[in-house]
């Protein structure tokens, strides 16, 4: 028996969805590395980049195929900056406090996305449309301070360039229900 | 085996012992929370053993010295004592203390380094500080009071050692380190069978077994 | 295998590529050079090359797009290199080009032959009708030894670097014997550009003299200053010179295998690496018998997760291990016991893109640049409040007043300079007597700064130390890694102190702890992150210590920063009748009409953002910031003012 939940006997309808995608894949990618502690970071890495993060039977599957703990991976898959536990919102802010965005009042940027989605940093909306972190520096301090808006740099970032942000999103939801809303009548 | 002189006082030890073991084999007593005798590679985290050894510009923590013959060390130089101190008020002002229902207040490690040290088990002139964790965690077979929890480690190597596996680990980074227990496997499951190891060994007890549940996983191996 | 097959060998690469350039010339159409870096792309630089592949094919004009690395120009992104053989001009560096500027570029100079004088930044050869980018002193007095082909070949072609005599460097190692690889690194005078200044050469020779056969070479890439990103740009830019170095390093001290720590915060880095490697394998410059000697050499790609801990050479090793990546007490050093307890030379990127240079042209060249003890060139991120912010590569010894004025066009808009932060959250912030301290590893370390990993910040009136202690100080608590008591908690103590200050609720006795808790720290902790930690306190609290009684006895920030300690104001006697610009920016709707329709802040609501001082035209102006914060006049929000700004808000 295997003493650790290594996701084979759970059916669907005991996960939302996307956890269950989330283990289907792994079953699928893990005979790709060996079973090489080493192989704990990449493992659990390219685990995130498709999924956006790690839900804790994926760890535990993880540790099975490399005969470690549970606590183990855990330990380690907290340690680092780059894991998440939780799914993140569909739109990623990520504003960034490097040095040169603090000087340029980068806080103030982050202060303003805060206020605007009722949220903390390293938080996601309920409704699960917006996440908001701050990272340490992209790298793009030239352009500080800096937001980076679902992989779009925003350099120069403003209150009010927040706010625009905002609209732009707005917009092009009402785009999209719209065209929900077409496609759905013409079918 | 080797000659050494510790505050002006001649001990003897074994070859490959670290400055910190010598010490204590031979009644020297040396602030320390994280040494283990067996432990290969000391771990080095708690930072109270500070000794001064001539002909070293500064303090070095005892535990990662080898003993060499003919070694001069003095345990309690003003430097030395300043380092220690320092390190204790630092741990204290997120353990405070709660001597009245503390489990394990007479053996407590800390209350002897407060003792050694001659400062009391506040962290004056610092404030205390909020770990913003939990009162207590419940990891199967204990309880863990992160606020009692110095993070000496010795729970997490003597889980190795024991079991071959970390069934306990440190979890999260930084001022937000805890112990963690992390799975979903339940408690007869566990290879450990509740071997007792890791609250056996903590100094400040943080780690406290429930009875029920290692009685009853010892009976279903 | 004999010297002259190893030759022959790298000499039909060089045939090869040869060949290449040759027939790209043969064909005299423009080449358009786009600057596809992370900050290029951050400043659109894939706008600016669509637009450019769409006016070319609308207009039916024939050139090359070729994307290159970053040269370093951050302030002039995106960057574009137009070279039109046929107009009569050189090479011409134009900056700022967005899509609307490449489409005029396309029609008014490919097209029509105007080089639109007003987009142009510089030449690229000296000439008579254009002034040459290399008489500008932000190129002039630059010296580029490690990002000399940055920005000028495209890094994904193995063949370009191959042009410019890559790979010479490691072909020529390869002929001599791994002692006198080492010997001449040692001459060098090399030191790590990680940040400590180890002598390379040193470090191998320990690392080559360990009798274990099985070594490991890695290459830290983990750069997690918040505010340097030249090893992201080298890797970006031109990843064979590291290659090429780190295969130099690896037959001097004889290991087979290598492993490139890189940062996975840098996407692009990772894969311009991989496909160097790929490349370089393909050509038998990397791999199996590396052409056709007995040197075998395999490089993987690791990516960090993020912890700037695993800069240190302990903790990296750790997480390659798949640990926490917790540093470990030295000894033992990973030259004597490091990845999977093999000896591993841990060499910064920097420190091994400078090698090939140095094998190819001799020890004694390379001691002409920099100084002395520190030879050979830095490299610096400078950002902040600088006229021209970027990466600068200068010789070693150039004075600091030279790097931030002269080459980084010192302070705009007319504001002072204050200080410059050096090496990040390890290092110190120096004052203005200290401009003419020259740049080097022990000059920078005795002024209370560090090398670090080369980020500067230049900061004007406007920066408050205080707070820049405080930032620094949160980012070292955050990247502790938790295992020793002076770094995990004491950095936590000297936050809350520092928070404390900047609030305006510091007490008599702070100034006094900050500095005996800082000294234990540094003296206490288990390694360099630690041990480094308290620097940016002890620094500006030696030089700037009225800033801090300022914050505590009066609870006034005298920059106008800590925003606790400030209030804005709007002045009536300036504030325009009618104009409503600063309350539809301002995002709690703070301010409000008063008399005279003129427009007053609610202090209560006010979350000194600014941006109604950003916002109030010049010809007004009447927005002020005080501090401390009493000293602005207080105007009562009329209470039909207050429900009505509820209503709209509804």
Not at chain 3, 184 to 199: H, I, M, T, Y
Request: glycine residues 8%.
């Amino acid at each position: 028996m295997a003493l650790y939940n290594d996701g084979v006997g759970m059916a669907p309808s005991d996960l939302d969805h996307e956890e269950w995608e989330m283990i289907q894949d792994i079953k699928v990618l893990l005979p790709g590395f060996e079973k090489h502690r080493g192989n704990l970071i990449p493992i659990l890495q390219s685990i995130q980049e498709k999924h956006s993060y790690l839900a804790s039977t994926a760890m535990e599957m993880v540790a099975t195929h490399l005969s470690i703990t549970p606590s183990e991976v855990f330990g380690v898959a907290t340690f680092y900056n780059q894991f998440r536990f939780h799914p993140p919102g569909k739109h990623q802010i990520k504003v960034c406090l490097g040095t040169a965005c603090h000087v340029a009042g980068g806080d103030i940027i982050l202060e303003n996305f805060e206020r605007k989605l009722g949220i903390k940093d390293g938080e996601t909306t309920p409704d699960r449309e917006y996440s908001v972190e701050r990272v340490a520096c992209v790298g793009c301090c030239a352009l500080a301070p800096v937001a980076v808006v679902d992989e779009n740099v925003q350099g120069h970032m403003q209150p009010s360039k927040v706010e625009g942000l905002f609209v732009q999103f707005q917009i092009e939801r009402e785009r999209e229900e719209r065209e929900k809303a077409e496609r759905e009548a013409s079918e | 085996m080797i000659k050494l002189i510790v505050d002006d006082k001649e001990i003897k030890t074994e070859a490959g012992n670290s400055l910190l073991q010598a010490c204590l084999e031979n009644g020297i007593f040396i602030p320390n929370l994280c040494f283990i005798k067996t432990r290969q590679h000391p771990h080095a985290s708690c930072r109270l053993c500070f000794v001064e050894i001539d002909g070293l510009d500064r303090p070095v923590t005892a535990c990662t010295e080898k003993v060499r013959e003919g070694l001069v060390v003095k345990t309690d130089t003003p430097t030395v004592r300043r380092l220690q101190r320092t390190a204790f008020k630092l741990l204290m002002s997120g353990h405070p203390c709660e001597a009245k229902v503390c489990p394990v207040k007479g053996s407590c490690q800390l209350i002897r380094i407060a003792k050694h040290l001659k400062v009391g088990l506040n962290p004056k002139p610092l404030e205390y500080i909020d770990r913003e964790v939990e009162e207590e965690v419940d990891l199967t077979f204990f309880t863990y009071y992160p606020y009692r929890c110095v993070l000496c480690g010795k729970c997490v190597y003597v889980c190795r050692e024991k079991n071959g596996h970390n069934l306990l680990t440190f979890a999260q980074r930084g001022f937000d380190t805890v112990i963690g227990f992390f799975g979903s496997a339940e408690p007869v499951d566990l290879p450990c069978h509740g071997c007792l190891a890791c609250a056996t060994i903590c100094p400040t007890g943080a780690l406290i077994p429930k009875p029920e549940l290692i009685k009853e996983a010892k009976m279903n191996p | 295998m004999s010297k002259l097959e190893l030759r022959e060998r790298f000499a039909s690469i060089q045939r090869e590529s040869e060949r290449r350039n040759e027939e790209k010339n043969k064909e005299s159409i423009p080449t358009i050079f786009i600057v596809m870096s992370t900050c290029g792309l951050a400043s659109g630089a894939t706008e600016t090359k669509q637009a450019f592949e769409e006016a070319l094919s609308e207009k039916s004009i024939k050139a090359r797009i070729v994307p290159v690395g970053c040269l370093g120009h951050c302030y002039a992104e995106p960057l574009v290199i137009i070279d039109h053989p046929t107009a009569g001009f050189p090479p011409i560096c134009y900056y700022q080009i967005n899509a609307d500027r490449a489409r005029i570029l396309v029609r008014s100079y490919l097209e029509g032959g105007d080089p639109v004088l007003k987009y142009v930044l510089g030449a690229m050869e000296e000439n008579d009708l254009i002034p040459a980018v290399m008489d500008f002193p932000r190129f002039s007095l630059e010296q580029r030894l490690v990002m000399e082909h940055c920005g000028h070949i495209d890094p994904n072609d193995i063949y370009q670097y191959v042009a410019k005599g890559g790979y010479s460097g490691l072909v020529k190692a390869l002929e001599a014997e791994p002692e006198e690889v080492i010997d001449l690194v040692e001459k060098s005078g090399l030191r790590g550009r990680g940040g400590a200044g180890f002598p390379t050469g040193r470090k191998w020779r320990i690392a080559r003299a360990t009798e274990i056969d099985d070594k490991f070479v890695i290459c830290n890439g983990d750069e997690g200053d918040p505010g340097a990103y030249m090893d992201r740009t080298i890797l970006e830019s031109n990843p064979h010179q590291l290659l090429e170095g780190l295969a130099i390093c690896a037959y001097a001290v004889g290991a087979n295998r290598s492993i490139a720590y890189v940062r996975a915060e840098y996407p692009l880095a990772v894969k311009a690496l991989q496909k160097a490697i790929k490349s370089a394998e393909e050509l038998s410059l990397l791999g199996p018998s590396i052409l056709g000697t007995s040197f075998n050499f395999e490089v993987s790609v690791f990516q960090g997760s993020g912890a700037f801990v695993c800069g240190e050479e302990t903790a990296l090793i750790q997480s390659i291990e798949g640990k926490r990546g917790m540093p470990q007490h030295r000894p033992p050093f990973p030259v004597e016991k490091g990845l999977w307890g093999r000896p591993t030379v841990v060499n910064n990127v920097k420190t091994l893109s400078s090698v090939p240079s140095i094998i190819l042209r001799g020890p004694e060249w390379f001691r002409t640049i920099g100084t002395e003890h520190s030879p050979g060139t830095a490299i610096f991120s400078v950002v902040g409040n600088v006229k021209h912010p970027g990466l600068v590569e200068i010789a070693m010894g150039t004075s600091l007043r030279t790097l931030i004025f002269d080459v980084c066009g010192g302070i705009p808009k007319k504001k002072e300079f204050k200080a410059v932060q050096i090496g990040g959250p390890s290092g110190g912030c120096l004052p203005s007597s200290f401009l003419d301290t020259p740049i080097d590893f022990d000059s920078l370390t005795q002024a209370g700064a560090m090398m670090g990993s080369g980020g500067m910040v230049v900061m004007d009136e406007d920066s408050c130390m205080v707070d820049v202690s405080r930032y620094f100080l949160d980012f070292t608590q955050k990247e502790s890694c938790g295992k020793c008591t002076f770094c995990r908690i004491g950095t936590n103590h000297l936050l809350n102190i520092l928070d404390r200050i900047t609030k305006g609720e510091g007490r008599e006795k702070d100034l006094e702890l900050l500095e005996t808790l800082s000294k234990d720290i540094k003296d206490g902790s288990l390694c360099g992150l630690g041990k480094t930690a308290p620097n940016p306190v002890l620094t500006s609290l030696k030089y700037f210590r009225e800033e801090y009684e300022a914050h505590i006895n009066e609870k006034r920030c005298p920059a106008l920063k800590c925003r606790t300690l400030i209030a804005y104001y709007i002045d009536l006697e300036k504030c325009a009748r009618g104009c409503e610009v600063c309350v539809g920016c301002c995002p709690v709707d703070a301010i409000f009409t008063t008399k005279g329709r003129k427009k007053a802040i609610d202090q209560e609501l006010c979350v000194k953002c600014g941006e109604c001082r950003s916002v109030c035209p010049p010809e007004y102006d009447a927005v002020f910031k005080v501090s401390p914060p009493e000293l602005a006049p207080i105007i009562e929000r009329p209470p039909e003012e207050k429900k009505e700004s509820k209503k709209s808000a509804v």
